[in-house]
């Protein structure tokens, strides 16, 4: 299996997806030999995990350099013109940087994909499991040593990350798509984007809808009445363009006009993290629109747990799996119909991530009655329960079985 | 017959530490002490015990022909009784050689006067206080915050009791050589303004050790002969005190140019150097500053845009002044110093947005990362303050 991230050190949703689907794959018997750019702590149990950094190292005979100190993580979401970017400040700041990353993200995906042919060669595999675009390349050297069925699993599209895909990653995942024996997406919404964009036949594609981690989640009763002054709602999420953070702060506009006791906090930070900062200054609302920045996980369940509701107006969410968590900590939700997890929540109230009025208008709803809150958690429960890394993992199986006996006969 | 004024300007702010959104409402405590106890540490090290020294030594040898002004924030004397207590001491020092006058400001350095008047009142009189019960010294002049300045804070010191105030001389409102006449405020009976002299105050304090500039290095000799040929007959050399030491290392050779300065100075027939107080007993006023708009000493606009040009520093500046009511009723007075803390000019400095070569000075003086994160950070701790509010 190849990924780009895994807990601890993850930048979004890929690597806890990454982390569940293994736990999953590995509950039903699977052995995994995960494949990774570079990662500094002990292999969990259930995985087996090699960083690339690792192996050029002992290429480079015992050649090291404490690369923490220099970025501990290249996130699979950073943009390829922010990575040149931070490249070239890194430089100019005399950081080791150069020595270690290239000039380009994209000598980066080629640098993992060539130290993972080593990884290839040297074991024996039945199946090969690919996370997104950045490790399509990995893949497709691999399944040429190995012969054996390629898997690509679709946590976002390009076209779900910007407004303006880049050709070149496109054309990366286009490739790597027509490769694949299986295509996994992660809901039936990316099914349809990936048919979209690709021109791939549904045939070859499969839904594997992500899990949610129940434990520590108190399957909803009454919630006990909060005497607070504030309700605070929250957003959760990069910055960024595909999360809609832009429509968040509208919403957020909207809903301060007809009531001021509300603050919104915006976990997370990305390229639109400065207009939209000055944009809520401008508007004279910074009181009431807070900003926490890039959070870590135990502080995030902190800010789940403290809140009063949560929005996630996202523009293209393939997936959505923190609408899933904020739910199963007995927060209610309004989500945008343009999310996979849409077609799996039928009692959350969904507007389009556009229609900022709705949106308001759902959420001041909720926050209004607790009553309907209450009855929103209580519906979903059976639907989180089903929703479990267990259940996703034997699905994989399940296919990686059809797969192998497909190639045997 | 010229007539030098020495002013330096002391100020280290309460610096806020990053304040984490999970504080809000459980944690109150909002300034990096450790980092403002190493800062001032490292600053008295380097500049406020050396030159102290040498300033008292020099008005010793030059039996107080020798003589300066000092405007030392309450914040930063506050700090300095908490982190180095010595730098009082050597204050005191200073004060007892009969040749140094305290001038009087807001405590807090704020924008107080900008944005209420009656906590710009009481904020001043608090650092009289604060002047009375470290030096025993009642300030009859006034340096408002980094030199904000209007007609409007003519007529506020002068229901104080002030006599004389400091002023940025703005070339666009005085014309060329307006900076080195006594002028008095619009609208007072006779409040004096002393205009800076920002191109030879900004030789000491910018250009001093630059490589770069055609009079590098700069001996205080030549420095002298210039003030001596600047049309007079006042001359206001009004710098930041960390200059010495701080701004310019040691190593620049700052020092052996403050030592040689008094002398350089003296030598010169028909020159004298007085403090502010002297100045305005010694000359009436010539002419009237018409000055309806804020102006300051900083950034080349020489306006509030330092500290007001963005809808950041508008939104935190706004919503701290909307809670001075609640928060002065509270009646709470930890809460009060902390609100005090906050409307300190820095944090708004630090969410300047300018670019070019202000930029620069801004980036340079930065504790957080950046304009938006000072921002974030004190809403954050805005929000906290509130909530304390309405318990």
Redesign the interface.
Known sequence: MFGWEYPPLISGGLGVACYGLTKGIARQGGKITLVLPRYYEKSPKFVKIVSTESIQEKLDSGKTLKKQEVMPIISGYLRPEDYEQWYREETVVGSKARLIYGPDIYGEIERFARLSRKVAEAGDFDIIHCHDWITYQAGMEAKKILGIPLVMHVHSIEADRAPYPNPRICEMEKSGLNAADLIMCVSRYTLEQVKKNYQIPESKMVVVHNGVELAGCAKPGRRPARKK??RQILYLGRLTWQKGPEYLVEIAKKMLEKRTDL?F?L?GWGDL??PI??R???W????HI????F?DEI?VK??IR?SDLFLMPSVSEPFGLVALEALSHGVPAVISNQSGVAELLDYVPKADFWDIEQFAQLALQLLASPKLAEKQLKNIWPTLEKLNWNDSGKICMENYQRLMAGTAS | MKTVCFYFQVHQPFRMRNY???D?GKNHHYFDDKQNREIIRKVAEKCYLPTNRLIAKLIRRHKRKFRVSYSVSGVALEQMEKYAPEVIDSFRDLVSTGGVEMLGETYYHSLSAVYSKDEFERQVNIHREKLNQLFGFNPTSFRNTELIYSDHLAWLIQKMGFQVVMAEGVDWLIGENGAGKIWRGRGTDNLKILLRNYRLSDDIGFRFSSPDWSEHPLFADKWASWVNASPGPIINIFIDYETFGEHQWASTGIFEFLDFLPKALLSIKDLEILTPSQVAEKYPAQDELVCPNWISWADTERDLSAWLG???Q???M??LYSLEKDILASGDFELICDWRKLSTSDHYYYMSTKYAADAEVHKYFNPHHGP??A??VM??I??DL??RL?R
């Open positions: 002054r504030v603050r906090v976990a993290a400065h900062v000055e809520v200054a401008d004279g609302v910074g009181d807070l900003f926490a920045g959070l502080d902190k800010l403290s | 984490h959104i999970l809000i963005n809808p950041m508008r939104n935190a706004d919503k938006h994160f921002y974030i809403m954050r805005l929000s509130e909530e309405n």
